[in-house]
């Protein structure tokens, strides 16, 4: 007998936890609530193309911390990240299936898309695992294909709503503001010489996706209070600035919050990044965008 929780698990890379994906988790929690089971999300990092096509240019929605803190926040009681290295995408299916699934996690009921593919070569399916099921008595559910498709929500769609900076829409699709997580650290100083003081967000996932470059208003809690502010993320052209940066002017903060990690959500993109002919011109768009932020929130909270 096995000492090992039994567990109601599901299987996949989960990037941005989405709507749709939210509803194989809502499925998994109250499986294992009916069966006093746990329910688990088995994840790999990094990122198969990662790996295995050695592409660099992929941008996910979560880090891994982030896309560990959302499972658990939606019920998720244990996630379990298996590297993914060239060793594991060797592993035949039935041998993923025997020493991961059944031997390290005890698992006692697989939930699963209709489409998942696992093994080498990614050449097992639904069916395969169904065998393996009577082999090492599990039990496998399947999320029909209009289940998920029901959710007209893809990860692919959402990082394409964000590259465009149509953060609204990306929101929609996750059913909660897409976030960044990253350390305040000291840039330049040049917001506090026009009295638009900004936090210089460093995030040290080159992986993780940054939305399109532009002025956003934002919230981010800190010391337990929400505070609002504006983003901009871009070059800062008008003092002919060169690389990309993000910066954050909150609203009525008076706290040094160097070296402090903060949470940020993206709420609305208020327009592109320009360059300006000085900076008193930037100084006046500041003050229409803030003003813009401001009504834009009042609607919100109203």
């Known amino acids: 007998m096995s000492t090992t929780p039994a567990k109601v698990t599901t299987i996949g890379t989960f990037d941005g936890i989405h709507i749709g994906h939210q509803k194989i988790l ?5 499986l294992a609530r009916q069966q006093d089971y746990k329910p688990v999300v088995l994840t790999l990092f990094p990122h198969p193309r990662m790996v295995l096509q050695k592409d660099n240019s992929i941008k996910l929605l979560n880090t891994i911390d982030e896309r560990i803190e959302l499972l658990k926040s939606f019920g998720i009681e244990e996630v379990i990240v298996k590297p993914f290295t060239k060793a594991f995408s060797n592993l035949s299916a039935e041998d993923y299936v025997k020493s991961i699934l059944v031997d390290e996690l005890n698992t006692k009921q697989v939930v ?32 029909s294909a209009q289940d998920i498709e029901d959710v007209t929500v893809s990860s692919t769609k959402i990082r394409t709503a964000l590259d465009k900076g149509e953060v609204d829409l990306a929101n929609s699709y996750l059913g909660y503001n897409y976030f960044i997580t990253g350390e305040v650290v000291k840039g330049k100083g040049l917001g506090r010489t026009i009295d638009y003081p900004t936090a210089n967000i460093s995030i040290k996932e080159d992986y993780k996706l940054i939305p399109h470059d532009g002025v956003y208003v934002v919230k981010s809690t800190i010391d337990n209070t929400t505070i ?6 871009g070059t800062n052209p008008t003092v002919g600035g060169k690389t990309r940066s993000i910066e954050v002017h909150f609203f009525g903060l008076e706290k040094d919050i160097y070296n402090e990690n903060l949470k940020i959500e993206f709420l609305k993109r208020l327009r592109s990044e320009q360059k300006f002919e000085n900076l008193e011109a ?15 929130i009042k609607n919100q909270n109203e």
């Open 112 to 143: 699963i898309g209709y489409d998942h593919h696992f093994g080498k070569n990614r050449s097992a399916n639904i069916e395969d695992l169904r065998a393996f099921a009577k082999t090492y008595h599990f039990k496998v559910e399947e999320i």
């Open 228 to 233: 609002f502010g504006m983003m901009n993320i």
């Open 282 to 296: 930037l100084k006046d768009q500041l003050s229409k965008d803030k003003t813009d932020a401001l009504a834009f």
């Open 26 to 30: 809502k499925r998994v929690v109250n």
